[in-house]
């Protein structure tokens, strides 16, 4: 069957068998927080009523029940139900928040309108506070139990991708990596595959265009990614299509993808759609606010922990003896030099442990070098980190110095961590989009450390990240990174390793297909470049 004319039939057989139990799988979870939001928000009205905090506060039956509706509908609206729902515990409760308030003041405009009643906007706050508790708590045991169930593939959807290039592979490397979509990749539909020498393949190809419904029907697939592919948009357009006439969901990764920002807007020239994608605000004016604000809580911060810094120090200088600060020239916003402090965690020098190191990562992304050979546990293996430098890198104390760069104005509180001056000058030229990265200033914290991206993570992870933070920017988003960070710090894993020493890396995550049996799970390779490639893990240089 030629490529232009392919005939999707549907044959009796393919999905019979699967259908029902692939409606239940890509609904669950949808309907489950659904429900769980309803349930919940009953129950608020129902302790509203019951502790109405104060004489006059309790809502009527039908007030209620407009009000539970209204608060539903918001988060229907703001995509809290869609058909794939990324279990992300900080935006689910600022969309829980939003969605309170909004149905409040609706309902207190339309309540004043229809009856006038003085009491009205004091019920509604009972019953909005009591909504907003509830439903955040409920989306807190349920968000945690989903997850559990995606890592383990209790309830991981099935997914296909369709094209084994180099984006379709890193998609396949992401969902293996990252569990909070709930896809399961399956394998690769793709008449001619690329050949990538230098990424071994990490999912099979299970057939080509032609094969999609016995690969539906056989994987129980419940939903497919549309990759890049050298089929033309024509084909792919009928493989789209021919996927919504089996029930299998799709998603699209576009082209420029890098430029696809969370805030873009469509226009429309009849069926033509034209997104517009507004440039970085790296140098707006609140980005200017950012800054000065910044200054602000550095002073108020250094002025406060100025005991706690003390009382650092001096632990510092009586248990080696040597200096208490270390001191490093990096590179911030739009290349220029600054000196970085730290509080000193490690012994020997920057000079001989620390900006050599360039040499070395370089030659891993050429594949010279690969965790757990010789020369890279040599490398490795020269522990260098104090016994209480471990536990300031533990607890993050060992950043608390750069608060200084801040007031300076050299950093910021959050943006991309500053690089070494040989890791800049080696890495600019060679690794894409490096330099996008100085368009900001350096952060204490930011997006890729807070996601597991910091020392013997993927290069171009992090600076994937990081330009996704600066495309990206908002205040919330400032605000979420300062949570999670808090979080980070709370689970003790803000050192990359335990005390600069070899440490195996976790294992890989044991898979099991549709139709098989516990026992015949097999972990899959991982390629170079993938967040968990190395075998090994160990800090960065001071």
């Known amino acids: 069957m030629t490529a232009e004319g392919a005939d999707y039939r549907r044959p009796a057989s393919s999905t019979q068998a ?77 969309s829980v928040i939003t969605a309170v308030l909004l149905a409040a003041v609706t309902l207190i405009s339309a309540r004043v309108l229809v009856t006038g009643d003085a009491e009205v906007a004091r019920q509604m706050l009972v019953l909005s506070m009591y909504t907003a508790l509830f439903v955040a708590v409920g989306r807190i045991f349920l968000a945690a139990g989903v997850r559990r169930a995606y890592r383990r593939h209790r309830i991981a959807r099935p997914t296909l991708i369709f094209g084994a290039g180099r984006v379709g592979s890193l998609t396949a490397r992401r969902l293996l990596a990252d569990h909070r979509l709930g896809l399961d990749p399956v394998g690769f539909l793709d ?60 998603s699209l990764v576009p082209r420029l993808h890098e430029l696809q920002r969370d805030r873009a807007t469509v226009a429309r020239l009849g069926g033509l759609p034209l997104i517009s994608v507004a440039s970085p605000p790296s140098s707006s004016l609140a980005i200017s606010l950012k800054y000065g604000l910044d200054r602000v809580i550095a002073a108020c911060l250094l002025t406060a922990i100025a005991p706690l810094m003390t009382a650092t120090a001096l632990a510092i200088k009586v248990s080696t003896g040597g200096p208490v600060f270390f001191r490093q020239p990096r590179v911030g916003r739009d290349g220029r030099h600054f000196t970085m402090w730290k509080f000193r965690t490690m012994t020997g020098t920057p000079e001989s442990q620390g900006q050599a190191n360039a040499e070395w990562v370089e030659a891993v992304m050429r594949g010279e070098l690969h965790a757990g050979s010789g020369d890279v546990a040599m490398r490795l293996g020269d522990d260098r980190t104090t016994a209480l430098g471990y536990w300031l890198r533990r607890l993050g104390l060992d950043e608390l110095p750069q608060l200084w760069n801040v007031l300076r104005g050299e950093m910021s509180l959050i943006g991309p961590r500053p690089e070494q001056v040989a890791y800049v000058e080696k890495f600019q030229h060679g690794v894409y989009r490096y330099r996008d990265r100085q368009r900001v200033k350096s952060g204490i914290t930011g997006w890729a450390q807070v996601n597991g991206l910091r020392g013997d993570t993927s290069l171009e992870d992090r600076v994937e990240w990081d330009n996704y933070y600066i495309e990206n920017w908002s205040p919330w988003l400032d605000l979420k990174i300062l949570l999670m960070t808090v979080a980070v710090l709370w689970r003790g894993q803000v050192a990359a390793g335990r005390r600069g020493r070899l440490q195996p890396a976790p294992p890989l995550p044991a898979r099991r297909r549709p139709g098989k049996a516990a026992d015949d799970r097999a972990p899959l390779p991982w390629g170079r470049g993938d967040v968990s490639r190395m075998q090994a893990r160990w800090h960065e240089p001071a």
């Open 18 to 94: 699967s259908d029902a139990s692939r409606s239940v799988v890509s609904r669950w979870p949808i309907s489950s927080f659904m429900a769980t939001d309803v349930a919940v928000a009953v129950a608020a009205y129902v302790a509203s009523r019951v502790a109405p905090l104060g004489p006059d506060a309790n809502t009527s039956l039908g007030w209620g029940i407009a009000f539970i509706a209204g608060v539903v509908s918001v988060l229907a609206a703001r995509g809290a139900y869609s058909r794939l729902p990324r279990i992300d515990l900080l935006d689910d409760l600022r």
């Open 191 to 250: 008449d001619a595959p690329l050949e990538l020498p230098e990424q071994p393949a990490v999912l099979p190809v299970l057939g080509g265009r032609t094969d999609l419904d016995r690969v539906v029907a056989e994987h129980g697939i419940v939903h497919m990614i549309v990759a890049y592919s050298r089929d033309s948009d024509q084909l792919m357009l009928s493989v789209v299509r021919r996927c919504w006439e089996l029930g299998v969901s799709v």
